[in-house]
């Protein structure tokens, strides 16, 4: 069975500190996704990574920055948290040739 | 511009019936769909998908058919359980590319 796992379930942070959130997948998958859901607005991209140290923007790409040095984790970073970035975060993988991504649990972040 | 639209936040049926869940999308160069099933707390899982060369692929008690014209896809679950509680999110993966497009997903309720 394919596993994404997530560093945290739930996690609170102050405005203005630097969060990182880490996922790592066991199935050698080449593409990785971070994605945040938001109630009403479904599951919004923002950013992925194609290959080690590869990534492209997505939809929602601001205040956030992704880093991939390894390709089992991809890890998403808030320079400087604020509390609009509250929200559940999920994080996914594939492997290029099929189309189905598998999510990790998410993350639940607050910012207070 | 939401390429991706699941127009009905909600949806009850009685469990034994039909749920048929709806998705439309206006890319042209959207050449696979997938449905993937949400519990609270968890990560989406992949459910089903579809080729846009196709108009219908079956799975067990799920079925998707595609409508090229009206770009429009839709989700059967016959018959209906309780255990289908969950959101469901249309996805739209555009052609060569690694990403999806999701909808802002449905929640279905299948009451006993």
Redesign the interface.
């Known amino acids: 069975d394919v596993k994404v796992t997530q560093s945290s379930r739930y996690l609170v942070k102050r405005t203005g500190e630097k969060v990182f959130l880490e996922c790592v997948q066991d199935m050698d998958h080449e593409n990785m996704f971070w994605y945040r859901q938001d109630p009403g607005l479904g599951l919004r991209l923002i950013y992925f990574s194609y290959d080690v140290k590869m990534k492209e923007k997505g939809d929602i790409p601001e205040g956030y920055s992704v880093s991939r040095e390894k390709k089992e984790r991809f890890s998403l970073i808030l320079e400087s948290a604020s509390t609009n970035q509250t929200s559940m975060y999920l994080c996914a993988s594939s492997f290029v040739a099929k189309r189905e991504q598998y999510f990790g649990p998410g993350t639940r972040l607050t910012v207070t | 511009d939401q390429q991706v639209k699941?127009n009905s936040?909600s949806l009850s049926v009685q469990e034994g019936r039909i749920s048929i869940l709806n998705c439309d999308y206006t890319n042209s160069m959207f050449d696979?769909f997938?449905w993937?099933k949400k519990y609270p707390?968890?990560?989406?899982?992949?459910l089903i998908?579809i080729s846009s060369i196709k108009d219908k692929n079956e799975d067990g008690r799920f079925t998707v058919f595609l409508n090229k014209s009206a770009k429009h896809l839709s989700l059967h679950i016959v018959p209906s359980q309780p255990g289908d509680s969950a959101v469901y999110?249309c996805a739209a993966?555009h052609t060569n590319a690694?990403?999806?497009?999701?909808?802002?997903?449905t929640t279905l309720t299948v009451k006993p």
């Open positions: 699941q936040p696979y997938l993937y707390a968890e990560g989406p899982t992949f998908s999110f993966r690694g990403k999806s497009t999701f909808g802002d997903g």
